[in-house]
């Protein structure tokens, strides 16, 4: 048995670099490919059927299937990933803003509330001038002013 022992020195430097290079580069490949896979699944406007056969092309025959999809359809799929990243940002701040302003009401609606205020006679007229203009400037809701306001006889 004369079994062949490589040591660290029988590994030139170059070797080294080209083997480190192929593996970065294979590692590469399959980032794109699983990117290319994404990408065909979240093109709204390729039918099934094109889908499939993309699919199908891609796992067949991978690296040709991969070339030939960056060649025919990869100027679009930087255009799909910013869409896509656009609208969840998009998506993200109307959620932000609906959260931040569920409790608040609209200057709107204080000012509703103060007319009802007014016309059950809690307030005098001359408080709900303001409470209006603190409202309308945005100072102090109307509630605040409304209770602040107040009589106890009325």
Do not use: C
Not at 23 to 50: C, K, N, Q, T, Y
């Amino acid at each position: 048995m004369s079994a062949q022992t490589y040591l660290a020195y029988d590994y030139p430097l170059l070797s080294v670099f080209w083997s480190m290079l192929l593996f970065f580069l294979w590692i590469m490949w399959f980032v794109l490919l699983f990117r290319i896979v994404v990408d065909i699944f979240r093109d709204d406007e390729m039918s099934g059927w094109a889908k499939a056969g993309w699919l199908v092309l891609t796992i067949v025959l991978p690296f040709l299937g991969v070339f030939v999809y960056v060649i025919a359809r990869g100027k679009n799929m930087g255009r799909r990933e910013i869409a896509q990243a656009r609208a969840q940002q998009e998506a993200f701040d109307a959620h932000i803003k609906e959260a931040a302003g569920a409790g608040r009401p609209s200057s709107a609606d204080e000012l509703s509330k103060l007319s009802e205020i007014r016309a059950r006679g809690d307030i005098t007229d001359e408080e709900f001038r303001r409470a209006k203009e603190l409202v309308l400037t945005g100072h102090g809701p109307a509630e605040h002013a409304g209770s602040t306001a107040r009589t106890p006889g009325r």
